[in-house]
């Protein structure tokens, strides 16, 4: 099976594409995957050498045409055409979409050319280009199952959740605490906020520590800082005198995310919908911090779904004072019933055997389209 995939603009469209990748491979031995991607874009970092890297300019897509984006409009139209000729030269049996506007070209030309068309979208919310592209597409897939509302216009719609590392499916606390060393506390509290860090969560997950940490020796709190916020963080840890303390721990990066999420009682956290689809597969309580500054505040709905079921905390960065977040801590960690249901509740959203189901239905139409052609 040959299948070209597109998504970028943020992690959290590149990374779905790339689980869906590695989902095809598992189960074609003979895979050959490509990606396309804009010259400037994340994708290039985040796919590195995995997969051959097709690029293709166009930016962000507009609801109206005006004079300030008339390029724009000329990229809309010429990378419409490049995708054509890409096509052409692939000869790809699938394309697949996860979102941002880099995948609009490609698997627009797909459904134009009678290509399998296939989209996947982990948000609550559809993005622009996945709504530009819902009648072209053949089947879209999604994390949410609420998702399927706003689709009307798709073909098909298939809730399916989003793929996430095999790892998760593994792990059990009581073993992830044993390999990390932290079974002798009472709580384990991990917490981040993305690979380049959030400076409002950080300082509030240092009012945490100092407020709430210091007095509850028994729960270990561990943080990843980010790559941004590192410096800034190790200084104000050691201006108030936290380093003292055994239970209060921080890095940069956490490198082995499924081990440390296992391990952990609650987790404060951003709502991208792969970080929600983790948390759901190992059913974690968690505090959401949706960020502020994603488009169309497409974290905050991510989050909302969960918090109105009972399956996690919402706070947004506007509301969260440190006696907030202290409060909604020490109410989580001193109600073990309170604890145990929302875990319950978030293992709800989890959807088990995504790679399969998303594998054998590429399939199943890529064998129809094939039988009509």
Known sequence: MKVILSGGGTGGHVNPALAIGSAIEKYEENAEIHYVGTPTGIENKLVGEKYPMHHIEIRGLRRSLSLSNVKTAYLT????VKAKKLLKQLQPDAVVGTGGYVCWPICAAAASMGIPCFLHESNAIPGF??????????????????????????????????????????????????????????KTVLSFGGSLGAAMLNERILDLMEQYGKEHPDVLFFHATGSRGKAKFEEAFKERGLERYENLRYSEYIYDMPTQMAAADLVICRSGAM?????????????????????????????????????????????MSAQVLCDAVNKLLGD????????????????KDTEKVIYEKMCAVIRSKKGKS
């Open 129 to 186: 280009a996945v709504k530009m592209l819902e009648k072209k597409a053949d089947v879209i897939f999604v994390n949410f199952e609420k998702t399927a509302a706003a689709l009307q216009g798709a073909k098909e719609v298939l809730h399916v959740g989003t793929p996430v590392r095999e790892t998760f499916f593994t792990l059990e606390k009581k073993q992830a605490k044993k390999t990390l060393g932290v079974e002798g506390y009472g």
């Open 275 to 319: 970080t929600l689809s983790e948390l759901a597969v190992l059913g974690k309580a968690s505090i959401l911090v949706p960020s502020p500054n994603v488009t169309d505040d497409q974290q905050t709905k991510n989050a909302r779904l969960l918090s109105d079921q009972g399956a996690a905390v919402l706070l947004r960065e506007s509301e």
């Open 77 to 80: 139209v010429t990378s419409f």
């Open 336 to 351: 073990e019933k309170a604890l145990s249901q929302m875990e319950d509740k978030v293992r709800a959203f989890a959807v």
